[in-house]
Every structure is written in C-alpha cells, then in structure tokens.
C-alpha cells in the first residue's frame, strides 16, 4: 500500500514545530538577518533569545533529530527528518534552535560514527550540546568538483602529521572550536584512497585564515566562509578521525544526508515564497481587478505548485531510499539511494530559482528589494547549486548509476523499440490465432 499521510503522534509534533518557528524564531530572523549571526556563540541573540528556545525544543524531544538517542538525538528516520526540515527551511535561525545546523550536524555525524572515545568527549559533547560550532574544510582554491585535483598535504611526522596547503569556503570558520579537514595523506593512489580526516582545533599554530569569503550582497571580506592556509601545521596522531585513507569514504557519508536536509529545507522556502505569491495576487488589484484574475499570473502560480510538488515528492521518496537501505543492508537499495540524493541535489537549485522568481516576479519593485525577503530566499538557489557539489557532478553521478547495468540492444542499428522489427515478432506470436494478419 502507498501512504502518503503522517504518523499523527508525529504530526502534533510537527505542527508544534511550525507555531514555534513562525512564532518565536522567525522574530529572531528579522532583527539579526547576518547569514553568520546564528554561529556566533558570544552574541547576544544567542545567549538571550536562542538558549531558552532550544531548551524549549528539548522539552518536545526534538533536538538534534537527526541523531540516535544514545547521542540526544530522536533517532527518527530521514522522512521523519525531511518533515521537520521543511519547517526550519521557512528561517535562517530554526535549524541552530533545533541543533541541525550545517556543517556541524555532518560534523556530529561523523564523530559519532568515526571518533575515538577522547575525539567524542573532546570534540562531539560540547558540539552537541550546542557549546561550540564546527567547520568542515574540504574544498580548495584550484577546485572543490574534482577531489582528484585536491593539494593540500598531510605528512607523517614523528607522533604526529603536518599539514601544509589551502582550503576554501570554510563556512563558519571564524567562530568554529575546530576544523574538519580532508587531507592528502598519500598522493600515489586515488583521492579515494589517499586522503583521510584530520580535528584541527581552532588556535593551533600553522593553520591562518587568510581572508573570510561573504556571499553576494555582504561587505567584501567580511564574510564567514574562511579561505585558510596551512603552513606546518602540526597536529597529534590522535587528531586523526578514522583510519588514514578514509578521508573521500567519511566524506561522503557527511554529504548524503546534508544534501536532503538542503533539499527538504529548500522545499520549505519555496512554500514560504508560494504563500506569498497567493497572497499578493489575491490583494493586488489591476485593471480594476484582482491580479489574481490575469490568466497568465494563475499560469504562474500552478506552475510554481506544481513544481514545489512534484520537488517535495522526490525529496521525501530519496529520504524513504535512504532509510529503506539503512534498514535492509541491502547493495542494490543503498546504490538506489545514491541515485536519489544526487537526484535531489540536481533538482534542488532549478526549484527554488524557478518558484521563488515566480513570485518575487508577482511582488514587482517590492518583490526584489530589500523589504522582502524574496531576493535573499532566491540567492539560495545559485548557491545550492553550487555548495555540496555543483549541478553538473550530481547529475553525472545519477548518469553513471541510470548506465551501470545498461546493456546495448541486440539489434545495435534500430534498437528494441523498433516497430517494424517488433511488428514481426508479434504476427509471430499470433499466427494460428488470427484469420487475418494486420
Ligand atoms: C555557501 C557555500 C558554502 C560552502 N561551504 C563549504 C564548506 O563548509 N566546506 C567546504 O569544503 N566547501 C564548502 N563550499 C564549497 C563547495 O563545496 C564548492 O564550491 C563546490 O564543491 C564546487 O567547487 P568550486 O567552487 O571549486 O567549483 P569548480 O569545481 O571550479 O566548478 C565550477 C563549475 O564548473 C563546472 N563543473 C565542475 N565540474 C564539472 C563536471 N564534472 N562536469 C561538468 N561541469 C563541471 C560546474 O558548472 C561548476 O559549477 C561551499 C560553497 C558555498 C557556495
């Protein structure tokens, strides 16, 4: 049987989650709008307004949802999680009140998976408990697409590794306790088997930020995604998470549920931009009626329903994938997940540039200025195109997987379609049943 309803115990909880962030969190993101503000554990806002909301969100039980209950988690599946996710999407400041904020949520995740006892009590407790936030540093300058062309050297030395090279967009750097860092720690095999994860804490000596990377709109160098250079960089043998040559492995692990959390918080934005557009085309008024009259405008509007739809199916179908492989154990299912999330990933920029325009379009002169916030929602979309991978990558990823089992049809010239050829087969078939052949 397909269901497409929700557990109703879990419903109650969602719906408590959505009175809360229209209500108490929402208000947090028009006085501290700073795409940086949510990380900085000395402000004000933090201390003062989002320290009692996540006790609040506590009391519910749904901090930290996606982790296992052994580590203060709901432990709920990744369709539980992409319900959930569509509400914090609506607000820049839900998912730090809700404890899945990026990248410490991946962050979390690996340690859990991968840490030492020492690594978890040092690093994962304080991130868990909201003490501290993370950064994850994988990308680099010369290219953040191609592993392959990744530089940046961890060397042996003694009781510990040094690290020399750069990487890039480190978002969150300047308030982080640690860094994350994938590293080449052998360049004569592949990527995959040649790099493995490194704890930096914040401090250490060797590690600089060479200048902080904003996105559009914020003053030139201020921005959080720091640009950092390693330059003998020492860290103890004990700092290194997981076996050395795991690095690409762990790395992808982090990836695959950041990528539908996006994507299910992406579905959430484009909601908030569809409420809008229905809301201004039922109050405009144009040609003495209202806007919500002009066919090409309802035009609009069903076209931007259905393709937050038919997105939000595919989101929540990839989280089911995921969860079905983690429960089966099963190869084929867990290379069907992968195919989803890259899937998702691919869908996840065209959605919200196509359903956000549509209605920030709608808002005219008000829609693209700075008293709405349309423009800043749109702006997600370039950028998820590009953060956790670009468009193009994910959709060779879903290519290659689509091609793996292909096999070439037998008649190489007119292929198993052929009508002609198919046409024969079924006289074939028939003969002796029919009078007359067609
Ligand atoms: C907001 C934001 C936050 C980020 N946070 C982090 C972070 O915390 N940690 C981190 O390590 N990185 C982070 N990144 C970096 C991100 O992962 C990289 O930008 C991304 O992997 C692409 O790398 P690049 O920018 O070097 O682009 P390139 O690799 O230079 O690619 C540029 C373009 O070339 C084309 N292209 C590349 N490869 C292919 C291909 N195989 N086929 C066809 N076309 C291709 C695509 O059009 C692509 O967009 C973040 C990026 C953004 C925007």
Redesign the pocket.
Known sequence: MWDFSTDPEYQAKLDWAARFVREEVEPIDLLFPGFAEPYDREGEAYRELVLPLQARVREQGLWAAHLPPSLGGMGMGQVGLALLNEILGRSQWAPMVFGTQA?DSGNAEILAHHGTEEQRHEFLEPLLGGRIVS?????EPT????PGGFTCRAVRDGDGWVIDGE?????NYPHAAFVIAMVITDPEVPVHRGSSMFIIPAGTPGMEMVRGTG?AGEPVGEGV?GYLRFTGCRVPAENLLGEPGTGFAIAQQRLGGGRLHHAMRSAGLCRRALEMMIERIASRTTRGGPLADQQAVRQSLADAWIKLEQFRLQVLHAAWQVDRAKETGDRDHARAARLHISAVKAATPGTLIDVVYKAMHLHGALGVSNELPLARMWQAGP?L??????T??HK?VVAKLLLRDAVPAQDRLFGSEHIPTRQIAARQKFAGLLKEMP
């Open positions: 990248p950064t994850y540093a994988m990308t290219g953040g697409a191609d990487k890039w967009f480190a978002s996105l995604h950028t195109g590009i953060a956790d991978g670009p193009e990558a060779d």
